[in-house]
């Protein structure tokens, strides 16, 4: 390569070329010399005074001329050099200017390709970590598919497309406007949004922008959106169909700071749930948490922040920056719109909170990003109001048919060898589901610490009975029947807790459980209380005598002592205290004791309801009673009830999105104390195979009371009901016992009618309720048949009710007499008042030879039970036979003298008026006993006191015997006995 040019003397480039200045005075002075005069010396001007030989001249030019002949050659060659080196230097500088052209064009293509290369390296990473929905042009045709759905909660987000100063390649497709620019945000990062300039609207479309792409990738339901828009805005309202599937999705728009404070109260809570179970995890956020777990604990939420600082004060700047410093890597992450002509309020520095968020500020046509340095970003344009509707609808109705993950509830059981290996001296636990990787242990403790009672609430459908089921079955399997006894009582209309009790074809049940009650009947719930009440009282008392202040305590004194924990499980409680009546008056009080001193004695409350809000009888007793329950469990539910549930301002139970989500707390509701699980999925299969087992293993233990409260006493039970009676009777007793039904009482013991030789013990039935006055009186005919010996009595059975040809269920009377050889006489239709006529004479006769103690008739007359069915029916009772007698006056001498000589009547009549006119009222008053079946109330009161209180209701009964002077006792009636009754 040829040096540089200059103008410094020497052979270089530098110096003239051939034919300049030197060379022409170096020909001038050779012609001068050519035409020197002769005798000129060539060495200069001639010496006047001196002469020249002409030898020596010749010999100094002969040298002269080889002198400079030699010097004339080697600038010849000089010259000659030069030229040539001239030469070479243009060829070189022609050929530096070709190589340098193709290097410039070789660059630009390695430029253009590096760019290339840089542009898809970019995209692909892009669409890495932001896929389609994050990131995609709103006009591409995918938005039309729901394969995008929900693919993966976006930790960056595109909010426009970006310009690299310097990048512009000449061809190609690298159009740089294409590039998306990427700004982080779920698990990563907040964003805050500022306007330069006149343009103020960016911000606000740029917010829907990353609403859309966010809601669009998260797992449908898992994303949840708040918005605090003090000025009103609307901003968010293009997504309302979010609230298709809740208000979970797309809470409604927060617009005070009161409100705002309430909410970031709560996000600052679920902030603390991820950390915790993050950190037991060793994960970082809640995407590394999700997936070691297998399960998304809390849902992702964006906090929408409009016209900040606008309507912010310091308490809620405080909870603000708290959120932006540790919410995103706990799934809270805020965008934050900034106006900067808005005014803070005293305490605020809106700097303060700006320097935790990535800052994007500008104008619409050109903002910076302070997560893409060097860059220059215009954002989107806002995505098409009908792009966000359909977008939020499919993600409504994705979130409404989602569901939790499925907690396998046999993985919670012990294994079979350490089945009721634990004891319940101080307390038990249940293990109900998952909150992560850990397990919802449910802990009930009199002391230490003291955890005595639960509350659980939840809506219709969200998964209440499961809970309770997975509760009962999980302390069932760790605690044996000597441990814990249950006492469960249901009061909706399902019947959840009946597979726990025995079933035609399936003998087993849960050995736990010594009462169910069953479709809701709240007289048999206040029993079941008074039950527990008086069990609290008699263990206080054996307490204190033996020195012990708690069931720890005793047990440790009483080592071989059985004194099992009482467990009382009330589903939808508020239906047995809502009412404002007597019910519900002495519930509350029994209620109120047990929660307050039942945790010394080993009683312990569930209650659980779909709705606690305004019972007004709880008014006054609220506090005092839930004030005793620090288990609080809250399933989906809305705000106000999560409230009633989970304690004031504690609505998370409102943002629980799928049916077995449970917002647990065991801090009274302390809002900082909720913590978010999966209720295990209780299979029936699994349920019924561990009942089976624990029958088996508990030795076939006897069944519970099983309580049914629109269902007739079950007809099998009358043998046990009747051994029941004889075996409480005196020794040498031989009233006979008529079985009407069973109490409305956790204590079985059946309800009877004594029959003796003494006036009084007549039986009225009243009511218009004939299924229930056949099985009264089929019981009665049953029961009074299996007490005497085979062919000792005889049934006279009035039919008034089936015409002539009598009813069938009269023939099943007369069947379960037959069967035990009695006698059996049947009247019916028009002879009715004939079989009264007849039986009157009987009555008469039996008193003229001397009644039942005449000598010698005791082994010949057998007793005679009269059964009047529907005498209501029964025609022309008051009128005159040929004899001058009217069967009415056949019917009083029944019930006036019959007894006293073993004739005892058992008459049905639907009303007390028909009743009266036919027994007059002047004989009334000699019916010792009545059975109310369905009567109105006014029938009740006419003969049991204006006082008493009666609601006529199905298969139950109200029994009063006036001649021992008894109190009325509801009754529920056995249902007719088929097959002889056996």
Request: charged share 25%; hydrophobic share 40%.
């Amino acid at each position: 390569m040829m040096p540089p040019r200059t103008n410094q003397s020497g052979g270089g480039p530098g110096t003239r070329r051939a034919g300049g200045r030197w060379s022409k005075t170096r020909r001038e002075a050779s012609e001068n010399t050519r035409v020197r005069p002769p005798g000129a010396s060539p060495l200069g001007e001639p010496d006047n005074g001196a002469e020249v030989l002409p030898d020596e001249e010749r010999q100094i030019r002969t040298t002269f001329l080889r002198l400079r002949g030699t010097v004339d050659a080697v600038l010849a060659a000089a010259d000659a050099g030069r030229s040539a080196a001239t030469g070479a230097y243009d060829i070189a500088e022609r050929d530096a200017a070709r190589r340098t052209h193709r290097a410039i064009q070789s660059a630009g293509a390695d430029a253009e390709a590096a760019y290339e290369h840089a542009r898809d390296t970019l995209l692909n990473r892009a669409g890495r970590v932001a896929p389609f929905a994050a990131a995609a042009e709103w006009n591409d045709p995918g938005w039309r598919s729901d394969d995008w759905l929900g693919s993966k909660p976006a930790r960056y987000i595109r909010i426009g497309s970006l310009s690299v100063p310097g990048a512009s390649p000449s061809s190609g497709n690298a159009n740089p406007e294409h590039l998306p620019a990427l700004i982080p945000l779920l698990d990563v990062a907040s964003i805050g949004l500022l306007a330069e300039g006149d343009d103020k609207e960016w911000p606000l479309q740029t917010i829907n922008t990353l609403l859309l792409r966010a809601l669009a990738s998260a797992p449908p339901g898992r994303l949840e959106i708040v918005t605090y828009d003090p000025r009103i805005r609307g901003v968010t309202s293009p997504f309302a169909a979010l609230r298709k599937a809740g208000n979970d999705l797309l809470a409604d728009p927060l617009a005070t700071p009161t409100e705002l404070i309430t909410r970031l109260t709560l996000l600052r809570s679920a902030v603390m749930r991820v950390a915790e179970l993050a950190g037991a995890h060793g994960v970082p956020d809640l995407a590394a948490l999700t997936e070691a777990t297998g399960v998304q604990p809390e849902p992702y939420r964006l906090l929408v922040i409009c016209d900040y600082p606008y309507g912010i004060d310091s308490r809620a700047q405080t909870e603000l920056i708290r959120l932006a410093e540790g919410g995103p890597r706990r799934g809270v992450s805020l965008i934050v719109h900034h106006d900067k002509a808005a005014e803070a309020d005293d305490g605020v520095n809106p700097q303060d909170l700006l320097r935790h968020l990535n800052m994007a500020r500008g104008q619409n046509s050109a903002i910076t990003v302070s997560a893409l340095p060097a860059v220059t970003v215009r954002p989107d344009a806002p995505p098409p109001r009908e792009l966000i509707e359909n977008v939020s609808a499919r993600v409504a109705e994705g979130a409404r048919r989602g569901a939790a993950p499925v907690v396998d509830f046999e993985a919670l059981l012990p294994e079979r060898d350490k089945i009721w290996t634990e004891d319940a001296i101080r307390g038990m636990t249940a293990k109900i589901g998952r909150a992560g990787l850990d397990t919802v242990e449910l802990e009930l403790r009199g002391s230490d610490p003291s955890l005595p009672n639960v509350l659980i609430g939840g809506a219709s459908g969200q998964g209440k009975s499961n809970l309770l089921l997975v509760l009962l079955h999980s302390i069932a399997a760790s605690y044996s029947p000597d441990e814990v006894a249950m006492y469960l009582l249901d009061f909706k209309d399902g019947l959840e807790f009946d597979r726990l009790g025995p079933r035609p074809g399936r003998p087993w049940h849960l050995p736990h459980a010594r009462v169910l009650g069953l479709e809701g009947d709240r007289a048999f719930g206040l029993a079941t209380l008074r039950f527990l009440d008086g069990e609290f009282r008699r263990r206080a008392e054996q307490f204190r005598l033996a020195g012990a202040n708690d069931l720890a305590t005793y047990r440790t004194l009483r080592p071989n002592e059985t004194v099992p924990r009482l467990l009382l499980v009330i589903d939808e409680f508020q239906v047995l205290v809502a009412e404002d009546d007597d019910i519900a008056r002495a519930s509350i009080v029994i209620l109120e004791t047990l929660a307050r001193r039942g945790r010394a004695v080993g009683v312990h409350l569930v209650l659980a309801s779909q709705t606690l809000s305004g019972i007004e009888t709880l008014v006054t007793k609220e506090r005092s009673i839930f004030g005793q329950f620090p288990w609080r469990l809250s399933l989906k539910t809305e705000a106000s009830e999560s409230e009633a549930v989970l304690g004031r301002q504690n609505t998370e139970a409102a943002q629980l999105r799928f049916r077995g989500e449970i917002v647990f707390n065991r801090e009274y509701g302390d809002p900082t104390h909720n913590r978010r699980g999966v209720v295990a999925y209780a299979d029936e299969h699994v349920l019924d195979d561990l009942r089976r087992d624990l029958f088996e293993k508990a030795g076939r233990p006897a069944p519970p009371r099983v309580f049914y409260a629109a269902r007739p006493s079950d007809p099998k039970l009358l043998t046990q009901a009747l051994q029941r009676v004889l075996s409480d009777a005196p020794p040498g007793d031989d009233t006979k016992f008529a079985l009407l039904g069973l109490p409305v009482d956790v204590d079985p013991a059946p309800v009877a009618f004594g029959l003796t030789a003494d006036p009084g013990r007549t039986l009225a039935v009243v009511g218009d309720g004939r299924d229930d006055a056949f099985g009264t009186l089929g019981a009665v005919v049953w029961s009074l048949a299996a007490q005497h010996v085979r062919g000792g009595a005889e049934f006279v059975l009035l039919d008034a009710l089936g015409g002539d040809a009598g009813s069938p269920e009269t023939a099943l009377l007369a069947e379960a007499a037959g069967a035990y050889d009695h006698g059996v006489t049947v009247h019916t239709g028009a002879s009715v008042g004939a079989g009264l006529s007849e039986l009157a004479d009987i009555v008469d006769e039996r008193i003229a030879i001397g009644g039942k103690h005449s000598a010698g008739l005791l082994a010949e007359r057998r007793p005679i039970y009269v059964l009047g069915i529907g005498l209501h029916r029964a025609a022309r009772l008051e009128h005159f036979d040929e004899e001058g007698r009217a069967p009415t006056d056949a019917l009083r001498t029944l019930v006036r003298e019959g007894p006293l000589v073993d004739v005892h009547l058992i008459g049905w009549w639907n009303s007390l008026r028909v009743f009266s006119e036919h027994v007059g009222y002047e004989f009334a008053p000699l019916v010792g006993g009545y059975v109310f079946l369905r009567a109105p109330e006014s029938d009740v009161q006419g003969v049991l006191g204006p006082y008493l209180r009666y609601q006529p209701q199905l298969h139950r009964g109200l029994f009063c015997d006036l001649s021992h002077g008894g109190r009325p006792v509801p009754v529920v009636p056995f249902g007719l006995p088929a097959g002889g009754g056996r």
